[in-house]
């Protein structure tokens, strides 16, 4: 099995479009941070602006963590369409080439084959994540330095010490990590679907976005069926930001997601074991 994710790997990474994701952050997250750093104080005062009435702020509140806090607020939603990219192709990639029917045909069992491209596909996902994490959080500890972080949220404000901010990120990029590995997975499934990535690609992120605005219409029947919606749990990463932490949620949130993982690679192995190579 290692070896055959070794080759998977060597096929995902020999495909310009895998580097997309990772020149993408690397150059959109330092212009957002480079922007911040520009704008310097008018940025913090712009964040707090509803609150200066009320309150006085002393320290370096404008620092990585922050930056990093509202990165990642904002780029999870769109990391998707760069999973996709490669998630999309794997199987569809074979079609495309014509080679499905000598894969198949290895002396190694189907379920092997294909556990190989989604562990392969995985790694990918996680390698990305931990590719905004080092981007977001270290060059702007870097640029920007240490300090307390601010969370606003709708019915509190939480400050967050020094000392008690960083395993919140690090818990934070690993439910973020797990969020994405959703949508891999389902880029993964509709990959046995269709010879073509452009299929996979277009329809994950259909899905995602359909299932993004039925989540914020305020429509009883939509309202029920958002708790059964992958997507309703993506930003979750923010629970390990409220203080004191939902561990209830929070494991809920995890189970709920990989279950979405394990019922797509189901019915991907499904697929691909009843697929025909002779057509």
């Given at each position: 099995m290692l070896t055959l994710v070794r080759i998977e790997l060597y096929?995902?990474?020999?495909?310009?479009?895998?580097?997309?994701?990772?020149?993408?952050?690397?150059?959109?997250?330092?212009?957002?941070q480079l922007a911040i750093l520009a704008e310097g104080e008018r940025s913090l005062d712009f964040m707090t602006r509803n609150l200066q009435q009320s309150f006085v702020f002393v320290g370096n509140l404008l620092n990585g963590y922050l930056?990093?806090?509202?990165?990642?607020?904002?780029?999870?939603?769109?990391?998707?369409?760069?999973?996709t990219l490669v998630a999309g192709d794997?199987?569809?990639g074979e079609a495309t080439a014509g080679?499905?029917?000598?894969?198949?045909?290895?002396?190694?069992s189907r379920f092997k084959i294909l556990s190989s491209k989604f562990l392969s596909g995985i790694i990918y996902t996680n390698l990305l994540?931990?590719?905004?994490?080092?981007?977001?959080?270290?060059?702007?500890?870097?640029?920007?330095?240490?300090?307390e972080l601010i969370v606003i949220k709708s019915s509190s404000i939480i400050i967050f010490p020094k000392y008690d901010i960083f395993w919140r990120f690090l818990f934070g990029y690993s439910f973020a990590s797990l969020s994405m590995m959703v949508v891999a997975s389902l880029a993964f499934l509709f990959s046995s679907l269709v010879e073509s990535a452009?299929?996979?690609?277009?329809?994950?992120?259909?899905?995602?976005?359909?299932?993004?605005?039925?989540s914020a219409i305020d429509i009883d029947i939509f309202q029920k069926i958002k708790p059964f919606l992958f997507t309703t749990y993506m930003s979750s990463w923010r629970l390990f930001f409220d203080n004191?932490?939902?561990?209830?949620?929070?494991?809920?949130?995890?189970?709920?997601?990989?279950?979405?993982?394990?019922?797509f690679f189901g019915v991907t192995v499904y697929i691909f074991h009843k697929k025909d190579i002779l057509t």
């Amino acid at each position: 099995m290692l070896t055959l994710v070794r080759i998977e790997l060597y096929k995902i990474f020999k495909k310009w479009r895998t580097y997309i994701g990772f020149i993408a952050i690397a150059v959109l997250v330092p212009v957002i941070q480079l922007a911040i750093l520009a704008e310097g104080e008018r940025s913090l005062d712009f964040m707090t602006r509803n609150l200066q009435q009320s309150f006085v702020f002393v320290g370096n509140l404008l620092n990585g963590y922050l930056i990093s806090y509202i990165i990642l607020n904002s780029l999870v939603i769109h990391i998707p369409f760069l999973i996709t990219l490669v998630a999309g192709d794997l199987l569809a990639g074979e079609a495309t080439a014509g080679t499905y029917r000598l894969l198949i045909t290895r002396p190694v069992s189907r379920f092997k084959i294909l556990s190989s491209k989604f562990l392969s596909g995985i790694i990918y996902t996680n390698l990305l994540v931990l590719w905004l994490a080092v981007i977001s959080l270290g060059l702007g500890i870097i640029i920007f330095g240490v300090g307390e972080l601010i969370v606003i949220k709708s019915s509190s404000i939480i400050i967050f010490p020094k000392y008690d901010i960083f395993w919140r990120f690090l818990f934070g990029y690993s439910f973020a990590s797990l969020s994405m590995m959703v949508v891999a997975s389902l880029a993964f499934l509709f990959s046995s679907l269709v010879e073509s990535a452009i299929g996979p690609i277009v329809s994950t992120m259909a899905i995602i976005i359909a299932f993004i605005i039925i989540s914020a219409i305020d429509i009883d029947i939509f309202q029920k069926i958002k708790p059964f919606l992958f997507t309703t749990y993506m930003s979750s990463w923010r629970l390990f930001f409220d203080n004191p932490l939902d561990v209830s949620k929070i494991i809920e949130s995890i189970l709920i997601l990989t279950g979405h993982i394990l019922v797509f690679f189901g019915v991907t192995v499904y697929i691909f074991h009843k697929k025909d190579i002779l057509t």
